[in-house]
Structures are given as structure tokens and as C-alpha cells.
């Protein structure tokens, strides 16, 4: 099953009625959402007034997505206008202009400026975050490291780093999952990750 | 680096396949499902996530937004819309219609030319098929001249497209 259709199989569930389904899809693209609207605003508050307000409307929304453009496309697109309704009604000016935001398949762009909105905190803990990110993959053993690059940097499917590598793609798997759990018992004490409290 | 791990980190093993898109439907369906009911599965796919995209250089983040917006969901209704059903039934009813034009365009068949307007009922016809075609005679014509059925009756008459 592909990332698209994983996607559509969750929005399926929340059309069921599963609202905790729509909080994977939160996780799984909040980041991304919040890079585009940080090349839109400028103000940290308006920021995440605006990313979270874009996913409420996503959610409302739901009922109207037919799964013809991958989910991210129409989410991205949802987050853009709502970027566009909150600064004009609130009479700021977008730094970036949204009708290049996407590119000639109507896909989004993601080749916009970026533009620094942290607080002392947040790019401290962004800092730290990333440090210990980088030193968890220099600590893998080459074989986890190879994997999990080519796979998250490099976006090879399974068949085609098992093929890279000249390993079974059970290999691989293994490989990837085991880099991803090494991973993320470094960053668990800085992220603040508990195993039993979700939202 | 300690290479094994526990054995109950290999149930998550097929959360990091679903993330990849490497399952199988049923192995995904079964990954999804065991996602919705269990915190400590949310928690790995949302590290998984997270590792993703600190990897390929998305720092931004703000943490709270995950619980903040499902908190304002309590406030929403309950979306209950299910996806219409796959389109594997839809051509059953095409082959129905397919069928029934078939049987309507055979008796067709074999009748004399049409080339005259006169009605049906004046037309000399096999005995054995005269009350049909006039019991028939309305949905008949109209099933002939439904435009989707074109391409049906000219696959019938051998015609070239």
C-alpha cells in the first residue's frame, strides 16, 4: 500500500468517525505545514494560530476530499488560503506570494525562501533537536546508516536500497526499523515523548 | 551499538514499513487499525515521523500543535461521510444494461430492414416474437436510441468504429 493510499485509508477512518485517525495525519505532516506557512508569515503567534486553524479546516473539510490529489496537496493548499484569510484580516502583508506556491503540475513548491521566526527557545531546542539527530546517525553502524539515509534523504523505495545494497528487502526493513528505534531512544529525552500520553 | 533489541520492538517493526508504504493492504489495514487504539503506537509513529523530518532538514516545529488540535476537535462534530464504494460493482450494472441491449438489439435483428418509418406493430414479424416486441415495444426504442448504448449496438452489427 502506498503513502498516498495510507493516507487515504486514515482519511477514510476519520470519515467513519475515527477523529484519532486525523491526529496521525496531524503528526505525520505537521512539520511540512509548518515550514510553508513559516516562508508566509512573519509573527510566531500568528504562526501557529494559523497552523492549527489549518488543520480544524482540513478536518471540516473532509467530507469534500474525493482522494483525486494526494492529501498533502489539498492540505497544503487549505494551509495557504488560510494564511492568505488570517493576514489580510488582520491587515499584514504575506511575505511570500502564494500563486508561485505551486509548481506547473500543480503540485506544491516547495522552493520558497525561508524565513527565521523562532524565539530564543524554539531555536535553541531546534539546535539541540537537530544535533542530536545528526549524532545518532553518526552513531549507527554503517549498514543502519546507509538504510536509513538512502531511504529518508534519498526516498528509495525498499526494493530499490535492498538492490543498492545487495541484501533481501526483508533486510532492509529490518535495517530501517532498527535505525529509526536507535534514533529515536536519543531523541525520546529531548523531544518529550512519554509512551503512554498522546493526545 | 547494541544490536538486538526486544522483543516486543519487533510489533513495531511493521509500524516503520507502513510509514515506508512497504506493506502489503492487508498488512497496512492491520498496522492502521492497531494504530488507532494503542497511545504507545501512536507515540513510535509520531517519532518515526518526526525522524523523517528532522533527517531531511525540517526543524521547524512547534510540539503542542498535535494536542491542541485534536483538543479542538473534541469541540467539532464527529465527521461521518465513508468514501462511496469502490468502482469493482459498477460494471455488474453495465453488463447488465450491456445484456439487456443485446437481447433487444438480436430481436432487432431479426426483423426485416428499418428503413421504413412504419410502426412496429405493422411490420410482418415471426409469430413466436410479436408479443414480446409489443409488450417491449417502448422500452425497446428507447433503449436503441440511449446515445450510451452506441457503442454497444455498433459492437453488435460488426461494424467497423
Known amino acids: ?199 | 551499538m547494541n544490536t538486538t533489541h526486544e522483543a516486543g520492538d519487533s510489533a513495531y517493526d511493521n509500524l516503520s514499513a507502513l510509514l515506508d508504504g512497504e506493506l502489503s493492504d492487508q498488512g497496512a489495514r492491520l498496522a492502521i487499525r492497531q494504530l488507532r487504539d494503542d497511545p504507545t503506537r501512536q507515540a513510535r509513529f509520531a517519532e518515526y515521523c518526526a525522524i523523517g523530518d528532522l533527517l531531511r532538514g525540517q526543524h521547524e516545529d512547534l510540539p503542542g500543535l498535535t494536542r491542541k488540535v485534536m483538543a479542538a476537535l473534541d469541540d467539532e462534530p464527529t465527521v461521518l461521510a465513508p468514501l462511496r464504494k469502490p468502482r469493482e460493482k459498477r460494471p455488474l450494472l453495465w453488463l447488465a444494461a450491456a445484456a439487456s441491449a443485446a437481447i433487444t438489439w438480436g430481436l432487432w435483428s431479426a426483423l426485416p430492414s428499418q428503413e421504413s418509418s412504419a410502426p412496429l406493430a405493422a411490420i410482418p414479424t415471426p409469430a413466436d416474437v410479436m408479443p414480446y416486441l409489443v409488450a417491449h415495444q417502448d422500452y425497446a426504442q428507447a433503449v436503441l436510441t440511449t446515445p450510451e448504448m452506441h457503442y454497444t449496438r455498433v459492437a453488435l452489427s460488426g461494424e467497423a468504429r
Not at chain 1, 71 to 96: D, E, Q, S
Not at chain 1, 114 to 141: F, Y
Not at chain 1, 157 to 172: D, H, K, L, N
Request: glycine share 4%.
Open chain 1, 1 to 199: 500500500m502506498s503513502d498516498r493510499e495510507i493516507d487515504l485509508q486514515l482519511v477514510e477512518q476519520v470519515r467513519e468517525g475515527d477523529k484519532r485517525a486525523f491526529g496521525l495525519l496531524v503528526e505525520k505532516y505537521r512539520r511540512k505545514i509548518i515550514r510553508l506557512l513559516s516562508r508566509m508569515v512573519r509573527n510566531a503567534d500568528d504562526l501557529e494560530d494559523i497552523a492549527q486553524e489549518t488543520f480544524i479546516k482540513a478536518y471540516r473539510a473532509l467530507p469534500q476530499f474525493r482522494g483525486d490529489a494526494a492529501f498533502y496537496t489539498w492540505l497544503y493548499r487549505i494551509a495557504v488560503n488560510t494564511a492568505k484569510n488570517h493576514l489580510v484580516a488582520r491587515g499584514k502583508a504575506m511575505r511570500t506570494i502564494s500563486d508561485q506556491a505551486m509548481n506547473d503540475d500543480d503540485e506544491p513548491d516547495e522552493r520558497l525562501v525561508a524565513q527565521d521566526i523562532s524565539t530564543p527557545e524554539t531555536e535553541l531546542l531546534s539546535k539541540q533537536v537537530a544535533i542530536a539527530v545528526n549524532e545518532a546517525v553518526d552513531a549507527l553502524p554503517e549498514e543502519l546508516r546507509q538504510a536509513i539515509t538512502l531511504r529518508e534523504m534519498e526516498g528509495m523505495s525498499y526494493e530499490e536500497i535492498a538492490e543498492f545494497m545487495a541484501c533481501p528487502i526483508g533486510t532492509v526493513r529490518s535495517r530501517i526499523f532498527r535505525a529509526r528505534e536507535a534514533i529515536a531512544s536519543k531523541l525520546r529525552p529531548i523531544l518529550g515523548t512519554p509512551d503512554d500520553k498522546r493526545w
